[in-house]
Structure formats: structure tokens, C-alpha cells
């Protein structure tokens, strides 16, 4: 097994001593050499080769694949838009990727229970994935969590903790447990794992690159991991110029945003406030600043928008799109949509949104307009 390395100070360890740095930075799996796969596994184990862990059995090898779909409806002021369709994994959301990987290096290594700390789709696709492997699951959640999460996570049969007390430090007391794996928002293996999204959309353009990438933004642990596998396609001469990453965050919680708005090299934690993208609501995320690290690399940038803003998106998406997403999903198109009226996407760009999580696990608030006609009258009704 490769160690885990900083990003940062360029130190390493084994994966099983730790999963920060010593200078309290993330850790992640070394770069190695890379190659496009000519393999024929299902969804994100075509690049079985490039990670942790061999192609396992049940929902772990359904994740990833997810269609990358041109959409000229959804395009803003000339610029052509590609939305990846992250909520096509098994539990609708990108976590299954990191899950997946998590899952497979656990039953390789005799590994007999995972965690995580979450609130929404990770504890969901954390328990789902655990599921039927002989492998038990504790998810610890935030003692206030509404039932309706509850029920979906439980649906699964894990242990669930209900942790009262401040739960952003959770995050790094869950990684002190002794005999649990902890696979947190950020960690080796889900950084692993949530990175064969980039693989896919790179390879879907392939010999080309997208100009822009655009996602949400939590606690940092997606944004680091498409950086991490632009970083190994720029290694292995795969591309010359990186797509730009942006992040998108809710205007009620955004310290990404602020830091990197305030040229700032490290994110400082925030009072955060109410807003309907709650999944990414993290007022003090832990790969924060290497987040802002790979908005710089790659001449990215950062931004936030307001609850209005992600309704309208959302709707957007579903009725020009065809896409039911979760209020943090269409953050992304929201964001989109500003970068193009600010004139950092421009004209003529190809920009990939990446659309997160399925809004099917949320309660619908749109109001229905039907009629009621008698069924000899349909002809003469529509």
C-alpha cells in the first residue's frame, strides 16, 4: 500500500497512522504513474489500476460512470454547458465513490467496521455500501439532524450515533477512534475514490480538455480531488493547461469564498447561517485551504450565491434540463450562471457543472398545478 502524502509539506505516513498531516494539513495517496485504462470494468473501476483497492462486489462497483450530458438549454451568453450527473450513483450522490473505495480497501484489509461523521449523503452511501458486506457501519450524525434524514440513513441498518456537543469538531475526534475505519469528507480513501470523476470528464474530452469545472463546495474534500487527478494527468503529460475549478458556495456559509475573495492562503472558520443547501453548509471546512490551493493552481476562482439564487437554479434545472437536483447541487448552476454575468466563464467556453446529489431524497415544495378532467371529455380538454 502507497503511504499517504501532504499536499502541503510534502511529508509521509502510513494510511493506518494517519490521515493528517503533522502541520494539520490533509493527507492523500502520492502520485504515481498514470495512464488512460484500457480495461472494461463498470463505472468509476475502469481505473481500478490507479487506486487503493481492487474491484469489489455489490453497489460499491455500480458507482461512478455517471453520463456527462451536453446541455444547449442550459447554456448562458454563448457558453456551452456539460452537466455531470452525479446523482445516477447507487444512493444519488457523488459520496458513492469515495464509499466505494472505502468499502473495497476494508474488505481487502480484514478491516470490520467504517464510520463516518455526516449528516445527509455521505452517511447514507457510507451505510448503503457497508451494507450486506459482512462489514458493520457507525455513522455519527448531530443530535439536532431532522428525522426525515434520520429515516433515510437508518434505512440502511447502521449504527447511528447521535453526538451532541459541537460538530464540526467531530470531524477530527472520529479520526482518535480506535477500531473504526473513519472515511470523513476528506480522507485518503474518499479523496481516492471522488477523484474519478475528473478522470471521466477528462476522458470524455479527450485529447481536448474542458475550460471550466464548476461544483460545490463543502468541506474542501471534493474540490481537492478533482485538483488531485488534474495533477496526475499534468504529470503523466495528459494535458498541457488544466480545466479551471470554481467553487460554489452558499452566501449564508461561505469561508472558502471569503478567503479566497480576501487573497487569503488559509481558511478561517466562520459563524455560518441558515440556508437551503444545508449539505454544504460547513463553516469550518478541513481541506479548506487546500481547496483554495487548487482554485489558484488552476486559475480558478471562487463564489458565493444567495438561497434565491439556488431556487431558481433548481428549478431551472428541472424544467430547461430535466434535472431533479438537491438545493447544494444547483449551488453549482447558480455559481455558474454568476461567473458568466462577472465574465470569468466567457463566450464559446465549454464548462462541465457537476450536479452532486439527487433532489429526489428531498421533500418537494413546488406547487402543483393539475387539472381534473372526465376521461370521454380528455380529447376536447388538451
Known amino acids: 500500500m502507497p503511504p499517504v502524502r501532504c499536499y502541503d509539506c510534502g511529508r509521509s505516513f502510513p494510511l493506518a497512522e494517519r490521515k493528517r498531516c503533522e502541520c494539520g494539513e490533509p493527507l492523500w495517496f502520492g502520485i504515481g504513474a498514470f495512464r488512460w485504462p484500457a480495461g472494461r470494468d463498470p463505472g468509476m473501476w475502469r481505473y481500478a489500476d490507479l487506486l487503493p483497492a481492487e474491484t469489489p462486489t455489490g453497489i460499491a462497483a455500480a458507482a461512478g460512470g455517471t453520463p456527462l450530458v451536453r446541455t444547449p438549454s442550459l447554456d448562458v451568453d454563448g457558453v456551452r454547458l456539460f452537466c455531470k450527473d452525479e446523482g445516477r450513483n447507487p444512493t444519488g450522490s457523488f459520496k ?15 478491516i470490520g467496521r467504517v464510520g463516518t461523521v455526516s449528516h445527509g449523503n ?19 450524525v448531530p443530535a439536532d439532524i431532522p428525522e426525515e434524514r434520520l429515516s433515510h440513513i437508518a ?17 477530527e475526534v472520529s479520526l482518535d477512534v480506535e477500531g473504526i475505519e473513519f472515511v470523513n469528507s476528506d480522507t485518503p480513501l474518499r479523496v481516492a475514490g ?14 481536448e480538455v474542458p475550460d471550466a469545472i464548476v461544483l460545490p463546495v463543502s468541506s474542501g474534500g471534493h474540490l481537492s480531488a478533482i485538483w488531485k487527478a488534474l495533477l ?42 441558515e440556508t437551503i443547501a444545508y449539505s454544504i453548509a460547513n463553516a469550518d471546512p478541513p481541506s479548506g485551504n487546500r481547496a483554495l490551493a487548487a482554485l489558484r493552481d488552476t486559475d480558478g476562482g471562487a463564489v458565493s450565491v444567495s438561497d434565491e439564487e439556488t431556487r431558481t437554479a433548481q428549478h431551472r434545472l428541472a424544467r430547461e434540463g430535466g434535472f431533479r437536483v438537491e438545493a447544494s447541487s444547483a449551488v453549482a448552476h ?8 462577472r465574465g470569468e466563464i466567457r463566450p464559446g467556453e ?3 457543472t457537476i450536479l452532486t446529489g439527487s433532489g429526489f431524497k428531498e ?16 380529447r376536447d380538454s388538451i
Open 194 to 207: 471522488q477523484r474519478t470523476v475528473a478522470f471521466e470528464i477528462c476522458e470524455a474530452f479527450s485529447p
Open 155 to 171: 434505512r440502511y441498518g447502521p449504527d447511528i450515533v447521535r453526538v451532541e456537543g459541537d460538530y464540526g469538531r467531530l470531524y
Open 96 to 110: 458513492d465513490r469515495g464509499s466505494a473505495v472505502a468499502l473495497a480497501y476494508a474488505l481487502e484489509h480484514g
Open 334 to 341: 447558480a455559481g455558474f450562471e454568476r461567473l458568466v454575468e
Open 122 to 140: 455521505m452517511a447514507m452511501s457510507t451505510a448503503a455500501t457497508a451494507a450486506g458486506t459482512g462489514i458493520d457501519c457507525t455513522v455519527c
Open 363 to 378: 421533500r418537494d415544495e413546488v406547487a402543483v398545478n393539475a387539472r381534473t378532467v372526465v376521461l370521454s371529455d380528455l
Open 232 to 273: 496526475e494527468l499534468r504529470a503523466a503529460d495528459l494535458l498541457d493547461v488544466p480545466p479551471r475549478l470554481y467553487a460554489c458556495q452558499a452566501s449564508a456559509c461561505d469561508p472558502i469564498v471569503r478567503a479566497f475573495e480576501a487573497g487569503e492562503r488559509e481558511v478561517s472558520a466562520i459563524t455560518g447561517g
Open 350 to 352: 465549454r464548462v462541465v
